[in-house]
């Protein structure tokens, strides 16, 4: 299996290269050269397994010659035996044929745990065989850099820096990046909003001097090896409820479309999905492109669904390079219009395309808040705003004969003030981290600015 770039110009590579680079030297980003199928008979054969022997099956084909069997297989064995619940991605029911994909039962009560966890062993299983050591850095909006850190602490052959939004965080989402212990871990609290943070990272991947220099290795959600980690959970689901005998609809809580664009490759790897929904919050620039055609930022609002403050979607363009014809030309100048004129207008075909994979909805502040409070009272279920998102837009579609699944995206105790607010419950922590409050933190102020993170960045490598 080989790994092209959207912008059509940086060479093809492995699985494993892939995964270790992130971004692609173009500036675009690695999808697979043609994605596997699964027959309705294959699918049909994952009924009842356990959730790893149905990761295996789906990621197999995906991975080529740069892992055995068996180094896979002990990858996901190890990714997901810390998880709080067996099923690892248990299904609940809210409504008649609505249903709540719980993702939030690993490590940092976040769906990013399902990837974060997968790709840490996949790394190391990589570079202790080849020696080398490599410097991830990440940008997160809260819950990526959890979950990075949480999945590489510790690793021999890796240091991890994960810049994060100075003030934008929660508060356990910052602990989270803040007390652990190990020397390889730094977080930076960066002096501006998420899309700086990301804006910086890509900078430091298009500088090839530090770029080599350091050995950088992305793991943000452009990651090929992150957005194959989230197939899974949606063949599991989908399998529950009956298919590939009958279909079923996804909506999802959407950021940097990463966990969309997972189901949408379920959906080209055959799992018969009829409606897959995006859901956005305020910061709504994918629900407006798909309304009107024009991708446009207009900055990032703060909201109570943090995760989900993004204006530039990065993922967003492994799908626009589908619905161009796979034309990477196309992709790169949509790109750099991006960049240059803060957007573009998505053409005539491809806009139809779009609309023909995915439908779409936002919802307000209130509208989130109220969600909260009514999923509360009539079904006991507390939910975290960007699930509470999901779900008043999956309401919003209508729920008809087709079961909807809305994915659960964090755990309420991930966001206990905008909980608490809404629903008058203080959700709390589940006991394995209840000292949380208490452990010290360790955290480096920077600027928005890229020579000075360069710098601090090989400071502490020097150490
Ligand atoms: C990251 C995140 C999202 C958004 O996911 P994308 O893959 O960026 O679209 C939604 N909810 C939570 C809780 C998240 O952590």
């Not at 492995?14 to 027959?39: I, W």
């Not at 998420?194 to 910086?200: E, G, K, L, V």
């Not at 809404?422 to 928005?448: C, K, Q, S, W, Y």
């Amino acid at each position: 299996m080989k790994y092209v770039s959207t912008r059509g110009s940086a060479p093809t590579l492995s699985f494993e290269d892939a995964m270790l680079s992130g971004l692609a030297r173009d500036g675009g980003l690695y999808v697979p050269e043609t994605v596997p199928q699964l027959s309705a008979g294959e699918i049909a054969a994952l009924a009842g397994l356990p959730y790893e022997e149905v990761a295996f099956r789906v990621m197999w084909p995906f991975v080529g010659e740069s892992f055995t069997e068996e180094e896979l297989r002990g990858c996901i064995a190890r990714a997901y035996a810390g998880f709080g619940h067996d099923a690892r991605a248990p299904l609940t029911q809210l409504g008649p044929n609505h249903f709540l994909l719980e993702l939030f039962h690993g490590p940092t009560l976040a769906f990013k745990d399902f990837a974060m966890q997968l790709i840490g062993q996949l790394f190391q299983t990589a570079l202790s065989r080849s020696g080398e050591r490599v410097t991830i850095v990440g940008a997160t909006s809260g819950d990526t850099g959890s979950a990075a850190i949480e999945a590489f602490k510790g690793l021999g052959n890796v240091d991890v820096f994960i810049l994060f939004p100075h003030g934008r965080v929660s508060e356990v989402q910052r602990r989270q990046m803040t007390t652990p212990p190990e020397a390889n871990v730094h977080a930076l609290a960066l002096d501006g909003d998420f899309d700086d943070c990301q804006a910086r990272l890509k900078d430091m991947f298009n500088h090839f001097d530090f770029r080599d220099g350091v050995r950088l290795a992305g793991v943000n959600s452009i990651n090929w090896a992150r957005v194959l980690a989230q197939v899974v959970y949606y063949f599991t689901a989908a399998v529950s409820l009956g298919a590939p005998h009958r279909p079923v609809s996804f909506t999802v809580p959407t950021g940097n479309f990463g966990d969309i664009f997972a189901g949408y490759i379920a959906r080209q790897m055959g799992l018969p999905i009829e409606r897959l929904v995006v859901a956005t919050n305020q910061n709504d620039i994918l629900h407006r492109c798909l309304t009107t055609g024009e991708y446009r930022t207009d900055g990032v609002t703060p909201s109570i669904s943090p995760s989900m403050d993004i204006q530039v979607s990065s993922n967003f363009e492994r799908v626009l390079f589908d619905v161009y014809g796979r034309d990477g030309k196309a992709v790169a100048q949509l790109m750099d219009e991006l960049k240059t004129q803060g957007g573009f207008t998505v053409s005539q075909g491809a806009i139809e395309g779009l609309r023909a994979l995915f439908g779409s909805g936002r919802a307000s502040e209130d509208e989130t808040r109220a969600t909260i409070a009514r999923a509360q009272e009539t079904m006991g279920e507390l939910l975290c705003p960007h699930s509470a998102v999901g779900v008043k837009v999956a309401e919003e579609q209508g729920i008809g004969a087709t079961p909807m699944i809305t994915l659960a995206t964090a755990h309420p105790a991930k966001f206990p003030d905008a909980v608490e607010a809404a629903a008058g419950i203080r959700p709390d922590l589940p006991p394995r981290m209840a000292d949380l409050f208490t452990r010290d933190e360790r955290v480096t102020r920077v600027a928005n600015d890229l020579g000075a993170l360069e710098s601090l960045i090989k400071e502490r490598l020097a150490k």
